[in-house]
């Protein structure tokens, strides 16, 4: 199938422990994306890759490191797990970072910080 | 700074009723928009892109018009189902590249 996977779907921990969120896409998109949505169900950017190179990188907590080995893989790292860190973690892929392309997503990751 | 608002929060309507959602944004310089559609505890799920030189688009018994002058898009959905029941978020792609994403309408459509 031709998709964005996430794993994985849920991870439950304690606070101040570091945990990480990988994202493959076999669409052949250049661009990827990680998107939060919060409790209030509010999505958010948090960070852009294209070519492995990053091009958006909001007002993020430096706990959070993305890290893009290649372009069809970006992983999120979060460092130091807070209570507000829980949310649903959404991976997305475009072809281009600009212009009239689609983003399709990823099933999400729902992170639950005990 | 762009922002995206959605009216209604939550809408509920019989089996079979035509439906609009609205969909506003405060800067018209956009490269497209674009509506999605989330089930509980589920991803997003692409339904229409509108161009930002289209002004509408149409899939089965959904159609979404984009008026970019005046900020605004809807999402029309006609003679809604229960399985129309969802959230649907509307997004505008911005210059660089990242979707501005408004809050959702939480649609239940009762049978």
């Known amino acids: 199938d031709t998709a964005v996977s996430q794993t994985p779907k849920y991870l439950v921990t304690q606070m101040g422990n570091d945990k990480s969120i990988k994202c493959e896409q076999n669409?052949?998109?250049?661009?990827m994306y990680w998107y939060k949505q919060d409790s209030k169900k509010f999505l958010k950017i948090m960070f852009s890759?294209?070519?492995?190179?990053?091009?958006i990188n909001e007002t993020v907590p430096n706990r959070f490191s993305p890290k893009s080995p290649d372009k069809a893989h970006l992983n999120l790292h979060i460092n130091s797990l807070e209570l507000g860190d829980s949310a649903v973690y959404f991976c997305?892929?475009?072809?281009?970072?600009?212009?009239?392309?689609?983003?399709?997503f990823g099933a999400g990751s729902r992170l639950t910080v005990l | 700074k762009q922002e995206v608002t959605q009216i209604p929060a939550a809408l509920s309507v019989p089996e079979g009723e035509n439906l609009v959602l609205n969909c506003s944004f405060t800067?018209?310089?956009?490269?497209?928009l674009q509506w999605f559609r989330q089930d509980p505890g589920k991803g997003l799920t692409s339904l229409l892109l509108?161009?930002?030189?289209?002004r509408e688009q149409t899939s089965g018994r959904l159609n979404a018009s984009l008026d970019k002058s005046s900020g605004r898009s809807t999402l029309y959905i006609a003679a809604s189902q229960p399985g129309d029941s969802a959230t649907y978020l509307c997004?505008?792609?911005?210059?660089?590249?990242?979707?501005?994403f408004g809050k959702g309408t939480k649609l239940s459509v009762k049978p």
């Open positions: 669409l052949g998109h250049d661009t």
């Open positions: 800067d018209s310089a956009i490269y497209n």
């Open positions: 997004a505008v792609r911005g210059s660089q590249g990242n979707l501005i």
């Open positions: 997305a892929s475009s072809q281009g970072s600009a212009g009239a392309n689609v983003l399709t």
């Open positions: 509108i161009q930002s030189s289209q």
């Open positions: 890759y294209n070519n492995k190179e990053l091009i």
